[in-house]
């Protein structure tokens, strides 16, 4: 393989940086093989489907949908009381933090990506948020 072709490959292969990951860029897989070991992605906790991005350095993993959630909703339907506050996008609780989040919807306690009430503390896990929005 020369370098030019070398170069053209790189290039044509689709990263992200994502915020919640800033130690490398996120490589998209297009295809997955579940054979052999399982992984999870880190957004959801579900187990990883094509298509995702993956840091092949860290293992780290979001499907592409949780990859490309929006890192705030506006005027989400579900909270009307502080619908002009917005949602933010938050990452699970850092490792020295107790507090799990449970979501408002599903009451399933979670680590995982979750929005997060400007003004209250009203959570919704990207699961419930992404079933629920148009996103």
Avoid: W
């Amino acid at each position: 393989v020369s370098e030019n072709e070398n170069e053209s490959h790189v290039k044509s292969v689709q990263q992200i940086q994502h915020p919640f990951h800033k130690e490398h860029p996120l490589v998209l897989v297009a295809e997955q093989n579940n054979e052999g070991l399982k992984a999870y992605c880190d957004g959801c906790g579900e187990l990883l489907s094509a298509p995702c991005f993956t840091c092949f350095h860290c293992n780290y993993h979001l499907h592409k949908q949780c990859a490309e959630a929006p890192l705030e909703i506006p005027n989400h339907h579900l909270h009307p009381k502080h619908s002009y506050a917005g949602f933010f996008l938050r990452q699970k609780p850092c490792l020295y933090d107790d507090l799990v989040y449970g979501c408002a919807l599903c009451k399933e306690k979670s680590n995982m990506f979750f929005y997060e009430c400007n003004d209250c503390v009203f959570f919704i896990d990207i699961k419930c948020a992404q079933l629920s929005s148009s996103f």
